[in-house]
T-cell receptor
């Protein structure tokens, strides 16, 4: 069974600085997918970034990028030039190539300090 | 834009009541999911459905049932609500695979007294 671990329940970052949220996962599959989802306060959860395990290149979406270390089973999210609107719960998730539903981590609450 | 709506943002029920939570998506997605979100526990999957009239148990199905009579609608039913079911309930949908982006509803905060 897949497991996803987020070891940082809470993080904080100064506005305009860079922060990295950690995520490790465990799977016996060779083909799988990794995700970061963002849940702003009182707003709907949205996808931030997605990574296919077979792709060696790290995914990037504007100020959001990942550091995918396949051998270490690590999938961290880097947020550059942090903005107040980045304050949210961030969830790491994974699924394999079959029809297995997403497995989510317990989340990291990110605060952005003005 | 994909839209996932949930019937209520806030709901207060009494112990033993039957509770219906409705979720509707407007993008013809095949997959729909019900999660429960509790502080410190993250999102836990209750039930999911990959097609109309199909349902699969997630990680915590006890005390819940679901119904999917139409593709766009996925209902979560608490047959006899208990105080330990007080929680935030999130519905989500995705196009045709768990690997596809999941689109979430705004959530229903259920309080069982």
């Amino acid at each position: 069974a897949q497991t996803v671990t987020q070891s940082q329940p809470e993080m904080s970052v100064q506005e305009a600085e860079t922060v990295t949220l950690s995520c490790t996962y465990d799977t016996s599959e060779s083909d799988y997918y990794l995700f970061w989802y963002k849940q702003p306060p009182s707003r709907q959860m949205i996808l931030v970034i997605r990574q296919e395990a077979y792709k060696q290149q790290n995914a990037t979406e504007n100020r959001f990028s990942v550091n995918f270390q396949k051998a270490a089973k690590s999938f961290s999210l880097k947020i550059s030039d942090s903005q107040l609107g980045d304050a949210a719960m961030y969830f790491c998730a994974s699924t394999n190539s079959g029809n297995t539903p997403l497995v989510f981590g317990k989340g990291t609450r990110l605060s952005v300090i003005a | 834009d994909v839209k996932v709506t949930q019937s209520s943002r806030y709901l207060v029920k009494r112990t033993g009541e039957k509770v219906f939570l409705e979720c509707v998506q407007d993008m013809d997605h095949e997959n729909m999911f019900w999660y429960r979100q509790d502080p410190g526990l993250g999102l836990r999957l209750i039930y999911f459905s990959y097609d109309v009239k199909m349902k699969e148990k997630g990680d915590i199905p006890e005390g819940y049932s679901v119904s999917r009579e139409k593709k766009e609608r996925f209902s979560l039913i608490l047959e006899s609500a208990s105080t330990n079911q007080t929680s935030m309930y999130l519905c989500a949908s995705s196009f045709s695979s768990p690997r596809d982006t999941q689109y979430f509803g705004p959530g229903t905060r259920l309080t069982v007294l």
